[in-house]
């Protein structure tokens, strides 16, 4: 079946700091690629997307690739800031479903 | 910001009680989701809707109903809780032909 893996968590860096958060999945076809932030108390919003392999999806200063070869969709910042910490989810639409599957998040807190 | 409410916002309850949530779009958006969150699982689904009157099953479904007999309102019922469901829960909704799903504000729910 389709499934998610991301890295596990909590994650702690100083602002400032380079980010990584890992994600890879399993999917048939070519599923369409997601990473969600939820911020403390709130529900998720879209952080950014990619629909198809060699795409880029950028915003806010984040961006992820859509490695089909390595099956994988990391999240990146080059200067995170406090404003950052929340949790991150990476998640997946296989090809034709209508259907979101997740990752298990990762709790991301900046330290001024 | 996509027009979902989510009501009751938070609830305390007591083991063997019915309970019903309510998620309201302003969208008119076909699809709509009901997921929980909880720790190192991150999102599962529930149910969701494909229209009115049409619900299917998600991965979690036991001990849970749906129902939408409008586009605006997808109503997910706990029909006699238990205490593993205490979660929050998030409603969630997409338009044809999108990917990218829209969440609610959340519901925290709590069964003694």
């Known amino acids: ?13 100083s602002e400032e700091a380079f980010l990584t958060i890992n994600c890879t999945y399993t999917a048939t076809g070519y599923p369409s690629l ?8 709130e529900g998720l919003q879209l952080l950014l997307k ?20 390595t099956t994988s969709f990391h999240l990146e910042k080059g200067s995170v800031q406090v404003s950052d910490s929340a949790v991150y989810f990476c998640a997946l639409n296989a090809q034709g479903a209508q259907k979101l599957v997740f990752g298990q998040g990762t709790r991301l807190t900046i330290n001024p | 910001d996509a027009g979902i409410t989510q009501s009751p916002r938070h609830k305390v309850t007591e083991t063997g009680t019915p309970v019903t949530l309510r998620c309201h779009q302003t969208e008119n958006h076909r699809y709509m989701y009901w997921y929980r969150q909880d720790p190192g699982h991150g999102l599962r689904l529930i149910h969701y809707s494909y229209g ?24 997910l019922t706990l ?7 205490t979660s929050v829960y998030f409603c969630a909704i997409k ?3 999108q990917e990218t799903q829209y969440f609610g504000p959340g519901t925290r729910l709590l069964v003694l």
């Open chain 1, 1 to 13: 079946g389709n499934s998610v893996t991301q890295m596990e968590g909590p994650v702690t860096l």
């Open chain 2, 95 to 97: 338009g044809t032909g």
């Open chain 1, 50 to 69: 990619a629909t198809k392999a060699d795409d880029k999806g950028s915003n806010k200063g984040f961006e992820a690739t859509y490695r089909k070869e």
């Open chain 2, 52 to 75: 009115v009157k049409d619900t299917d099953k998600g991965e979690v479904s036991d001990g849970y109903s749906v129902s939408r007999s409008k586009t605006e309102d997808f109503l």
């Open chain 2, 79 to 85: 029909e006699s809780a238990t205490s593993s469901q």
């Open chain 1, 34 to 41: 997601f990473w969600y932030v939820q911020y403390p108390g």
